[in-house]
């Protein structure tokens, strides 16, 4: 009996076991992840502690810096907000054309980020379709930061949609009848019931948006209009030291970035998991 048990307990398994995929994943992510990240951290070591303190607290540096992760932010919040209204409209409702506008939130995707740039700049700048009718009233879109959170809210769109949807496709509609069937309104059922259970979907979105547009280059640099403590974005003042063969400066803003970067998509991913153990989502 004991000897059968002990045959049953090692069957081999179709799928691999903890050992092996833990190899293949340590390895696979230090091949792709952690060692050119190493590299960038070495790069920047060179300059020494006080040279990299004073490349990522010089002026421009800073102010580069800041405009990319504050607006990156303003534009992963609107994301967020839009985004899930969006997933919302495209699951519980049927009207015509609804599968060719779901298509059209995968654009961002496919369309290079250089051509969304140009695209965003033709259409926003004063003499476009849309900045000639918001020039009259003095608001400009184009060569400022409202123009570079516009480009960074079109690409990160995707990112909240596509990660609320499925999430709200499978929700139970039984949850929202028995919150109605307690006496709660609309408005209960939807903050109280539904977005406690959508939460860590939103969060993901919001972190993926969050990093991809603050790594954001092409798509901004044609309609920011890329001035000197204005609308100069990190990504761009990293290629500007690197063209001035300055690749240790370059590394060390590099660093700069990635260790915010970290920093924020950490405390994103701790509210998650706080927002899963408060209401028992996973």
Same mark, same amino acid.
């Given at each position: 009996?004991?000897?059968?048990?002990?045959?049953?307990?090692? =069957?081999?398994?179709?799928?691999?076991?903890?050992?092996?995929?833990?190899?293949?994943?340590?390895?696979?992510?230090?091949?792709?992840?952690?060692?050119?990240?190493?590299?960038? !951290?070495?790069?920047?070591?060179?300059?020494?502690?006080?040279? $990299?303190?004073?490349? !990522?607290?010089?002026? =421009?540096?800073?102010?580069?810096?800041?405009?990319? #992760?504050?607006?990156?932010?303003?534009?992963?919040?609107?994301?967020?907000? #839009?985004?899930? +209204?969006?997933? %919302?409209?495209?699951?519980?409702?049927?009207?015509?054309?609804?599968?060719?506008?779901?298509?059209?939130?995968?654009?961002?995707?496919?369309?290079?980020?250089? /051509?969304?740039?140009?695209?965003?700049?033709?259409? @926003?700048?004063?003499?476009? %379709?849309?900045?000639?009718?918001?020039?009259?009233?003095?608001?400009? /879109?184009?060569?400022?930061? $409202?123009?570079?959170?516009?480009?960074? +809210? #079109?690409?990160?769109?995707? #990112? !909240?949609?596509?990660?609320?949807?499925? /999430?709200?496709?499978?929700?139970?509609?039984?949850?929202?009848? *028995?919150?109605?069937?307690?006496?709660?309104?609309?408005?209960?059922?939807?903050?109280?019931?539904?977005?406690?259970?959508?939460?860590?979907?939103?969060?993901?979105?919001?972190?993926?948006?969050? *990093?991809?547009? !603050?790594?954001?280059?092409?798509? /901004?640099? $044609? +309609?920011?209009?890329?001035?000197?403590? @204005?609308?100069?974005?990190?990504?761009?003042?990293?290629?500007?030291?690197?063209?001035?063969?300055? @690749?240790?400066?370059?590394?060390?803003?590099?660093?700069?970035?990635?260790?915010?970067?970290?920093?924020?998509?950490?405390?994103?991913?701790?509210?998650?998991? %706080?927002?899963?153990?408060?209401?028992?989502?996973?």
């Amino acid at each position: 009996m004991a000897g059968a048990r002990g045959l049953a307990l090692k =069957r081999p398994s179709a799928i691999p076991g903890f050992g092996l995929a833990l190899g293949f994943t340590l390895t696979y992510l230090s091949l792709i992840v952690l060692i050119p990240l190493a590299g960038l !951290v070495l790069k920047s070591a060179t300059l020494g502690f006080s040279g $990299f303190w004073d490349v !990522v607290t010089g002026p =421009r540096t800073l102010a580069a810096l800041e405009l990319s #992760f504050f607006t990156s932010l303003a534009a992963a919040t609107v994301n967020a907000v #839009f985004g899930v +209204i969006i997933a %919302w409209v495209l699951i519980r409702y049927r009207f015509p054309g609804r599968r060719l506008l779901d298509a059209f939130v995968d654009l961002p995707f496919a369309l290079p980020t250089a /051509v969304a740039g140009i695209a965003l700049t033709a259409i @926003y700048a004063p003499n476009g %379709w849309i900045g000639s009718l918001l020039d009259p009233f003095g608001i400009k /879109v184009a060569y400022t930061r $409202f123009g570079i959170a516009i480009a960074l +809210i #079109f690409i990160g769109l995707p #990112f !909240v949609v596509r990660t609320v949807q499925p /999430v709200l496709e499978e929700f139970d509609r039984e949850l929202e009848e *028995a919150s109605a069937t307690l006496g709660a309104n609309r408005r209960q059922t939807v903050f109280r019931v539904m977005l406690p259970s959508l939460m860590p979907a939103i969060l993901t979105g919001f972190a993926l948006a969050l *990093a991809r547009a !603050v790594g954001e280059y092409g798509s /901004v640099i $044609f +309609i920011a209009g890329n001035m000197p403590f @204005y609308s100069e974005i990190a990504p761009l003042l990293i290629i500007i030291r690197l063209e001035e063969f300055g @690749y240790a400066q370059a590394a060390a803003i590099g660093t700069a970035m990635l260790l915010i970067s970290f920093g924020l998509l950490l405390f994103v991913h701790l509210a998650q998991a %706080w927002q899963r153990r408060r209401f028992g989502n996973g």
